[in-house]
């Protein structure tokens, strides 16, 4: 499944480090979103992009600042994270009519931060 | 506060055997019901309720939706050890957010 893409697909940073997901996905949709998936807790979601505007922001810390520069690109930059930020992180997207659509997920980035 | 509750939280089976997952909601606004499949990393796509009593059906794998009682099953029947996943389910209201469910891990023993 090529549809949403996400790179990197791993990893590691230090709690001083700086960086970057980067979300793309090539099915035309106008919504993107952004989740963190950490073990025995359910999808959370973290933020959401309807026709590139930022709708949703789930009370996630400054430390995670998204970015959506057109419908089909979404990043997540990363600074001073914490080890209790690790998680997989998933990117999805979807065709919004305003009502709940069927999302489709990329792989997700494993982010590990010692 | 919107919650989605599944149960059981993991299942171990043999192949062949039938199996039943459950989904309760209490979601503002409710209007749709989707179903997921995680096997490593992407979520996958199985169904989208919005009617009740109306079942979808793919292959081995059906669900459908109570709005009254507030809830859905996911089927499998003569399950294979490719079912082995963890089957999400998400309530959807008035926005296009989605709430999950912690999931259910299956494993389907050969």
């Known amino acids: 499944e090529t549809g949403v893409t996400q790179t990197p697909r791993h990893l590691v940073m230090g709690m001083t480090n700086k960086k970057s997901l980067k979300c793309e996905q090539h099915l035309g949709h106008n919504a993107m979103y952004w989740y963190k998936q950490s073990a025995k807790k359910p999808l959370e979601l973290m933020f959401v992009y309807n026709f590139k505007e930022q709708t949703e922001n789930n009370s996630v810390p400054s430390r995670f600042s998204p970015e959506c520069p057109n419908s089909s690109h979404l990043f997540l930059h990363l600074h001073t994270l914490q080890p209790e930020d690790s998680a997989l992180y998933l990117c999805?997207?979807?065709?919004?009519?305003?009502?709940?659509?069927?999302?489709?997920f990329g792989p997700g980035t494993r982010l590990t931060v010692l | 506060e919107d919650k989605v509750v599944q149960s059981p939280l993991s299942l171990v089976v043999h192949e062949g055997d039938t199996v039943t997952l459950n989904c309760s909601y209490e979601v503002t606004n409710f209007r749709s019901l989707l179903w997921y499949k995680q096997e490593k990393k992407a979520p996958t796509f199985l169904f989208m309720l919005?009617?009740?009593?109306i079942e979808k059906k793919s292959g081995r794998l059906s669900s459908i939706l109570d709005k009254k009682e507030l809830f859905s099953i996911l089927n499998i029947t003569a399950t294979q050890t490719g079912d082995s996943a963890v089957y999400l389910c998400?309530?959807?209201?008035?926005?296009?957010?989605?709430?999950f469910g912690t999931g259910t891990l299956l494993a389907v023993q050969p």
């Open positions: 919005t009617s009740s009593g």
């Open positions: 999805a997207s979807s065709q919004t009519s305003g009502g709940p659509d069927t999302q489709y």
């Open positions: 998400a309530g959807g209201g008035a926005t296009n957010k989605l709430i």
